[in-house]
C-alpha cells in the first residue's frame, strides 16, 4: 500500500473517530442554547368554548402589555425553575365595530378569567396579560422550562382606533370600523379590513406583517424603514405618503388608484415603482 493511500485513510479515521466521539459528547451535555427540546416546551392552547365580558370604562387609546414579574430569566439566579414565555402566532387583539351592550366590555376567553387586568386612566385603557401567574399554573416541574401559549384572543368594540400593542407575536385586527383616524402601533402583525378612515397610520416591526383590505381612506402613511412585509389590497386610497432611506420597491396593482407620495429621509433615499402590462397614468409635479 502506498504512503499516500495509508495517509488519506489515516485522515478519514480521524475524521470519522472525531465525528463520534462529538456526537458521545453532545448526547451527554446540557444543551443550552437548544432551548425548546422536548423534555422542557410546552405548548399550551388556551380553550375556546366559552367567552365572558370585563366591564371598562370609555377610552381613547387602548394598550396591550404583560406582567413579568414572576418570569425568571437565564440571567437569575440557577438552581430555581426557570421558565421563558412566548407567544405563538395564534393570539390577537381585535376592535370591532360597536354593537348593543358591548361597548364598554372587553371579551376573553373564560379559562383567561383572573389572567386579564383591564384599567382605564384617563382616556387610556391598558389591557395586562398576567404572564407570571400563566406561566406558574400551568409549569410542570421541570429545572427549565418552555411555554408557548396561543388562544389568547381579545375582543373590544370599539369606534376609537389608537393601539399600541408591545407583545410580540400578537396580532392587531381591526374591521369593518368607520372613524377618523386608525392609528396603531404593533409588535406583531396587523390586519386593517373592510374599515373607512380619513388617515391610517400603521407602524409594524421586523418580520411582521401590514395587511390593509377591503378599505377606504384619504391618506395611509407607510415608513418603509421598519422592514416588514406589507401589502394594501383592493382598496381606494386617495394619497399614499412613503417615507423611507435607501433603496425600496414597490408594484402597482390592477385598479391601484391615487397619489403617491415620496418623502425621503435622505439624500440616498430611492422608490422604485413597478407597473405591471395594465394601462396607467403617471403624473409627476
Wanted: proline fraction near 2%; charge should be negative.
Amino acid at each position: 500500500m502506498r504512503l499516500t493511500t495509508k495517509i488519506i485513510i489515516g485522515i478519514i479515521g480521524s475524521i470519522f473517530i472525531l465525528s463520534l466521539l462529538f456526537i458521545i459528547g453532545f448526547s451527554f451535555s446540557e444543551r443550552k442554547y437548544y432551548t425548546f427540546s422536548n423534555r422542557g416546551f410546552n405548548e399550551i392552547n388556551i380553550p375556546q368554548e366559552k367567552s365572558m365580558g370585563i366591564d371598562i370604562a370609555p377610552f381613547h387609546v387602548v394598550v396591550l402589555e404583560e406582567d413579568r414579574t414572576g418570569i425568571v430569566t437565564e440571567e437569575e439566579v440557577s438552581g430555581i425553575i426557570q421558565i421563558y414565555l412566548s407567544y405563538s402566532g395564534n393570539n390577537s387583539l381585535t376592535l370591532n365595530p360597536i354593537t348593543s351592550g358591548d361597548e364598554n366590555r372587553l371579551f376573553i376567553p373564560e379559562a383567561l378569567n383572573g389572567f386579564i387586568v383591564a384599567k382605564t386612566n384617563s382616556d387610556t385603557l391598558t389591557i395586562q396579560i398576567k404572564a407570571d401567574e400563566l406561566s406558574k399554573k400551568y409549569k410542570k416541574n421541570l429545572e427549565k422550562e418552555f411555554l408557548s401559549f396561543s388562544g389568547i384572543h381579545l375582543t373590544l368594540y370599539s369606534s376609537n382606533v389608537n393601539i399600541i400593542s408591545k407583545i410580540r407575536g400578537f396580532k392587531t385586527n381591526v374591521c369593518d370600523i368607520e372613524t377618523d383616524s386608525i392609528k396603531i402601533d404593533a409588535n406583531g402583525d396587523i390586519l386593517i379590513e373592510s374599515c373607512k378612515a380619513i388617515d391610517i397610520d400603521p407602524v409594524w416591526v421586523s418580520n411582521c406583517k401590514l395587511t390593509v383590505q377591503n378599505s377606504m381612506a384619504k391618506t395611509i402613511s407607510l415608513d418603509f424603514d421598519r422592514k416588514g412585509t406589507w401589502s394594501i389590497e383592493e382598496c381606494e386610497i386617495e394619497a399614499r405618503n412613503y417615507s423611507g432611506s435607501g433603496r425600496h420597491n414597490i408594484t402597482l396593482h390592477k385598479n391601484e388608484t391615487g397619489t403617491i407620495n415620496w418623502l425621503p429621509k435622505n439624500k440616498d433615499a430611492e422608490l422604485n415603482i413597478k407597473v405591471p402590462g395594465d394601462t396607467a397614468q403617471i403624473v409627476f409635479r
